[in-house]
């Protein structure tokens, strides 16, 4: 049972360049987020999707695009890297049909280094 | 938005010490969760629980929801529970996102 999986799990970039952060969920959920973790602050939603075709803007989505095709698979996308884009990101996913159903699962992260 | 507090930022416990962690949020919420993040990094769901009282083993969780807070207690410690302890809600009223608190970091020493 993998539930929910990131790829890749470590990464370094120059300023500048772009990737793709790749998060797939088999638990057919409806909702799919994206975190950072910074010290000190907690975790902080980029972008979310309540359904596949579906993307809005979370806390801090500036330099980040997200794209939802397929209801499984959610993309982060990094334009241009920036050292601030320093974090560890997070995928999450819920069922999102309320009660026990908001109970988020997390991927287990991908260390992004932009330097 | 909502905000989430926790309280304390950090602890540390000798094992088997018995522990009571707190999350203050300023709104009403329909989405109250507890996570564990281990020392390598992995986040794992605690608890749902908006409203109420739930227990799984040495851990258990009480939300007041009219008084706006809720209650991680763990109960004779183990370095096992080690790690950052979040707090996370959403508002009631429409989508609103879920917020996540700064966390309360525990140490449990043998």
């Known amino acids: 049972n993998a539930g929910v999986t990131q790829t890749p799990k470590f990464r370094v970039l120059k300023t500048g360049q772009s990737m793709t952060l790749l998060c797939a969920q088999d638990?057919?959920?409806?909702?799919m987020y994206w975190y950072r973790q910074d010290p000190g602050m907690g975790l902080r939603l980029i972008h979310y999707?309540?359904?596949?075709?579906?993307?809005a803007k979370g806390e801090v989505p500036d330099g980040y695009n997200v794209s939802r095709l397929k209801k499984q698979n959610f993309l982060l996308g990094l334009e241009s890297a920036a050292p601030s884009q320093t974090s560890v990101y997070f995928c999450?996913?819920?069922?999102?049909?309320?009660?026990?159903?908001?109970?988020?699962?997390f991927g287990e992260g991908s260390w992004l280094t932009v330097v | 938005g909502i905000q989430v507090e926790q309280s304390p930022p950090d602890l540390i416990l000798q094992e088997g010490a018995n522990s009571t962690l707190r999350c203050n949020f300023s709104d009403s919420v329909n989405n109250l969760q507890w996570f564990h993040q281990n020392p390598w990094g992995q986040l794992i769901n605690l608890f749902y629980?908006?409203?109420g009282t739930k227990q799984n083993g040495r851990l258990s969780a009480t939300t007041v929801a009219t008084e706006r807070y809720s209650l991680l207690y763990i109960s004779s410690s183990q370095t096992t529970d080690s790690g950052v302890y979040f707090c996370?809600?959403?508002?009631?009223?429409?989508?609103?996102?879920?917020?996540f608190g700064i966390g309360t970091k525990l140490q449990v020493i043998p």
């Open positions: 629980i908006p409203s």
């Open positions: 999707s309540v359904g596949e075709g579906t993307t």
């Open positions: 638990m057919n959920h409806e909702y």
């Open positions: 999450a996913s819920s069922a999102g049909q309320g009660g026990s159903g908001n109970t988020i699962y």
């Open positions: 996370a809600a959403r508002g009631s009223g429409g989508y609103q996102k879920v917020t």
